[in-house]
């Protein structure tokens, strides 16, 4: 094979890099005042010799150095952490949203029991779901073992007065809500049920093993939102 390159060619080839010297890299920087703003995690490499102290001097471009790069580090940890969150909750609303449409594929409230109790257990990624209900109106009965009765004002005890959603992290599980899993949840999330001409007051309960994996600071926007479904689905069914 022929070491010459096509005429067509002979144009772009470029010159042989000689070695860099300091004053080309002073001269590229003056010439680019905003290198470092686009390379900012460059700072944290930067180590220029410190001359010895004297007396109290105070070596004022180590001080700012150090501050800057202290700066930029945390930048780049935050940076990091909101992606991370950005992607934690894309795959949460995608499981939410998987799991609505699970719900409208019930025939009957025995069936919306069921995906709601065993199916989407698997979609949300949790320990345990189940649905209570006050025992203050007619719910027809089930054969779903997660579909729970409440004595009368017990729901507010567990919720306070106003809270649509709470979610708690290394808690103590409710018997009450939970039965037979009780001794296995760790966190949880409830969220109510509210009173209609077609059930009565109740909750749903979402129960992890993980202790953090509800805590109080998260949003129960998405959570209410799958109540919200859910119940619409409750009244088409028994309507």
Not at 112 to 139: M, N
Not at 141 to 154: A, D, F, Q, V, Y
Not at 160 to 189: F, M
Request: hydrophobic share 40%; charged share 25%; proline share 5%.
């Amino acid at each position: 094979m022929s070491d010459k390159l096509p005429k067509d060619r002979k144009s772009k080839v470029m010159p042989k890099k000689h070695a860099l010297r300091e004053d080309d890299v002073r001269d590229y920087l003056i010439l680019n005042p905003d290198f470092f703003d686009v390379n900012p995690d460059l700072l944290t490499l930067l180590k220029p010799t410190r001359p010895k102290q004297t007396g109290s001097v105070v070596d004022f471009q180590a001080v700012l150095l150090d501050r800057l790069q202290q700066e930029v580090a945390k930048l780049s940890q935050t940076q990091g952490s909101l992606i991370y969150a950005s992607r934690s909750n894309m795959t949460t609303q995608a499981r939410i949203h998987a799991a609505v449409l699970c719900l409208l594929e019930a025939r009957d409230f025995d069936h919306l029991c069921h995906i709601v109790s065993h199916d989407w257990i698997d979609i949300l990624q949790v320990d345990s779901i189940t649905i209570c209900f006050e025992k203050t109106g007619k719910i027809p009965t089930t054969e779903s073992g997660n579909l729970r009765h409440l004595k009368k004002g017990i729901i507010d005890g567990f919720m306070g007065h106003e809270n649509t959603a709470i979610l708690r992290g290394n808690v103590r599980a409710a018997e009450e809500i939970y039965g037979p899993a009780t001794p296995l949840i760790k966190a949880e999330a409830l969220i109510r049920i509210e009173k209609s001409d077609h059930n009565p007051s109740g909750i749903l309960a979402f129960g992890s093993r993980d202790e953090g994996f509800f805590t109080p600071g998260q949003g129960t926007e998405l959570l209410r939102f799958l109540a919200a479904a859910f119940q619409g689905q409750l009244k088409s069914l028994l309507s």
